[in-house]
């Protein structure tokens, strides 16, 4: 039994929490979070640079790392500055191009960008219900909230051909992409695929999805660890310092006891993540990425607001950063399946 | 990062479950499994057990007659011994005085007690809280006075867990009133046949004696059984309050429980069909077990710390506070899988044939109904939150 981290991934951690201290500063990345295209081109460039692709792919698929740990580790701190760049779509595209195969230097590299199109309007988390269709290697549908879709080069999107699942490569330019501002920053886009052509990239990819989803869920909890974790740091700091009543109001109990009660969640939520991450490409993934997912949205929801109500009125202010954090921490549950599809799941399999 | 246990750690944990295989008599299992007092027969039979193997006195090192364990070996024991269905070690002699005198006491009380409290021959009790000094402990008004060699004790005791059992009490008595509070406190052993000393019994919410009031009425005790410096009891006090409290989290017991509420649920027919299959309730018990499998793995963080460090770190009150609501949250569903058929008073219905619960589930209500102690004892769950807000908060 060992909690530490192993010596790479120690320095991964410290390399990524320098420079993201340095240069993704809260006020920038306001700047670049809610305006087109929602992300740093240059930080992507200089994020990729860092390693931080590499160490989310295994070194058969040409990367460094690949396991649950170095994910939660890269996410964990892009958490920490709630980082708009699209790294998720680039860790769930890189597990489903390793399943199949497939070369990906350009997207390990950041050359090329890569957002993956499973969910759609009426079906965003479960793919039983989707209605994008390949017909003669091209596909017809619309893919909704594709995170990191308004700055992708290419889309892996999903679609059923007859009965089979399948995963399509398509080429942004081959459809209709239409990107937007997320409210939490950071941008998506409506994927409208019209007859465009597509290159079948894995058939039968029920596993592969499942694969690629539990991954990006062990990112989604460690980046909303991350968050929490700042946010809360930050709401401690502010009861030591804001007076009222001639006081600090960290000197009153009803908040000290919320503020801790914060913590225990926080330290609730590690735990899971480091369940998760561990579990990761095993047998009972989905199931312990299920429990992740669920106390991560309880523990973010009781996070944010209390966070926003232990301020007062300067979390609720656009200015302040903590109130990017809270939205931030809230939204990542509606990613991937939020706490109640996600509770339903570990009900079901008991 | 490595969540798995040592080949050694695994072959112990092989060993710990072998020996309950072979040694828990049926007779304790059972009265575990249904829950409820144990007897004083039980306990000490239990005991007698686990000396003879040399594994009484978990926390001690070897020089007292300990198995020497480590945190992690500590952890595995308390894992298989909840999964055997053993009773718990009753912790006042072992878990609390035996640790104290290996730290504060004299060689000779040492040599007198130590031996005694693993072969059973005393059964010690807590004497701290006061009707007065609950959570505010450092206010109690206990007067011990010393009189040429003796202490002249006045004042009372209460919620002293199992007092109807004990031959020895160790006391926290106020013996200096004039300086700070916490500076004028002492740690006394008192002999519980000492004229002066009665014990009233406690009725609990649910209707059990497991607490009782102690009253000392001018109780004449050596001098000599003063433990540690006079008016440094709260010194010892509080090491006790931060040894070996990587237990804290009941995870073993929480396992058990709820291994047993989903058992339960499939036997419970509600709308023609098993509860298990009620999304609702089905949900409820995900959720527990979703935050328990957390609680594992926070407990086994902090172990890991402790093992590092030496010592646990001031966040095992996170174990306190979040083990005990968990705990908490498995009995209400145990009780309220139940319906009404909870609701018969433990025993009403014992040999008549028209049990309403199933087997080993009549005591559900009044296990919930006693498990909301766990949140009040041990330091309240709101003082928990005072330590943590001091040593993780800073404010």
Redesign the interface.
């Known amino acids: ?6 010596e790479d991934r120690q320095m991964l951690q410290d390399s990524l929490r320098r420079y993201l201290a340095d240069k993704y500063t809260v006020e920038h990345r306001n700047k670049v979070a809610y305006e087109d295209p929602f992300h740093d081109d240059a930080k992507w460039t200089e994020l990729t640079e860092l390693g931080a692709l590499f160490a989310l792919a295994p070194e058969e698929a040409g990367g460094m790392g690949g396991a649950g ?1 170095d994910i939660s580790v890269v996410f964990e701190e892009l958490g920490r500055v709630i980082c708009p760049e699209p790294v998720l779509g680039a860790l769930m595209a890189s597990r489903l191009m390793t399943a199949a195969g497939a070369d990906q230097e350009e997207l390990l590299s950041g050359a090329t960008k890569y957002a993956v199109g499973l969910g759609e309007l009426d079906a965003p988390y479960d793919m039983s219900g989707l209605t994008t269709t390949a017909k003669g290697g091209k596909l017809t549908g619309r893919k909704s909230i594709v995170y990191g879709g308004q700055a992708a080069d290419v889309f892996l999107i999903a679609a059923k051909d007859g009965d089979s699942l399948n995963v399509y490569e398509v080429k942004a330019a081959d459809a209709s992409v239409t990107g937007y501002a997320l409210m939490d920053g950071a941008g998506a886009a409506e994927v409208v695929l019209d007859d465009a052509p597509a290159t079948l990239l894995i058939e039968g990819a029920e596993a592969a999805i499942e694969d690629a989803v539990n991954a990006g869920i062990v990112a989604l909890c460690s980046e909303a660890v991350g968050a929490m974790d700042v946010l809360h740091k930050m709401t ?1 700091d502010y ?2 310092q804001r007076k009222q009543f001639g006081r ?1 109001i ?2 009153f ?1 009803v908040l ?2 919320r ?3 914060m ?2 969640e926080i ?6 993540v ?2 998760a ?2 579990e990761l490409g095993g047998p009972n993934a989905s199931r ?1 990425c299920s ?1 992740a997912k ?2 991560i949205g309880r523990a973010g929801r009781l996070v944010a607001e209390e966070a926003i109500q232990m301020h007062g009125g300067i979390a609720m202010t656009w200015e302040y950063p903590g109130s990017h954090y809270a939205k931030r921490i809230i939204m990542i549950d509606a990613q991937l399946g939020d706490t109640d599809y996600h ?2 799941r ?3 399999a ?1 | 990062m490595d969540l798995n246990f040592t080949p050694e750690e695994e072959a112990f944990r092989q060993e710990v479950r072998d020996f309950f295989a072979e040694n828990l008599p049926d007779d304790i299992r059972d009265a575990v499994r249904r829950g409820g007092e144990l007897t004083k027969e039980i306990m000490e039979r239990y005991h007698a057990i686990l000396n003879k193997k040399g594994w009484l006195g978990t926390t001690w090192p070897k020089e007292y007659g300990g198995p020497g364990w480590g945190p992690v070996e500590r952890h595995i024991f308390d894992e298989e011994s909840c999964a055997a269905y053993a009773p718990r070690i009753v912790p006042f002699g072992l878990g609390m005085l035996g640790p104290v005198l290996q730290k504060f006491g004299t060689q000779e009380q040492k040599d007198y007690y130590l031996p005694r409290i693993l072969n059973g021959d005393d059964w010690w009790c807590q004497g701290y809280s006061e009707p007065g000094a609950g959570s505010d402990l450092a206010s109690l008004k206990t007067r011990a006075v010393r009189d040429g060699d003796e202490w002249v004790i006045n004042g009372q005791k209460t919620w002293t867990t199992l007092g109807q059992h004990a031959d020895w009490i160790f006391c926290l008595c106020r013996t200096d009133p004039d300086v700070k509070q916490q500076e004028g406190i002492s740690f006394i052993l008192v002999d519980m046949s000492t004229p002066g000393v009665e014990v009233r019994p406690i009725k609990l919410i649910e209707g059990g004696h497991e607490v009782n009031e102690v009253f000392f009425t001018d109780v004449r005790v050596p001098y000599g059984n003063l433990v540690g410096e006079e008016n440094k009891g709260w010194t010892i006090a509080k090491y006790l309050l931060t040894h070996e409290r990587t237990g804290i989290a009941g995870v073993g017991f929480s396992m058990l429980e709820l291994e047993e509420v989903k058992e339960l649920a499939k036997k419970v027919i509600r709308n023609g069909k098993p509860l298990a299959e009620d999304p609702l309730f089905a949900a409820r018990v995900a959720q527990a077990e979703i935050d328990l499998e957390a609680m594992k793995l926070t407990n086994l963080r902090m172990l890991f710390t402790a093992q590092k460090n030496g010592a646990p770190g001031p966040e095992t009150s996170i174990l306190k506070i979040k083990g005990t609501v968990i705990n908490q949250e498995l009995k209400d569903l145990g009780r309220r899988a139940l319906g009404p058929n909870a609701a018969p008073f433990p025993g009403s219905l014992a040999g008549t044939n028209l049990d309403v619960a199933p087997d080993g589930h009549a005591n559900n209500a009044a296990r919930y109904f006693n498990n909301r102690k766990t949140s009040i004892f041990g330091g309240s769950n709101e003082i928990q939150r005072n330590i943590l807000t001091k040593t993780m908060l800073g404010l």
């Open positions: 039994m060992n909690f530490d981290l192993t740990f401690v009861l030591g600090p960290g000197t109990q000290q006891h503020a801790v009660d913590l225990t330290e609730q939520s590690r735990s899971i480091i369940k991450a561990a312990y429990m669920n106390l509770l339903a570990v009900a079901q008991a």
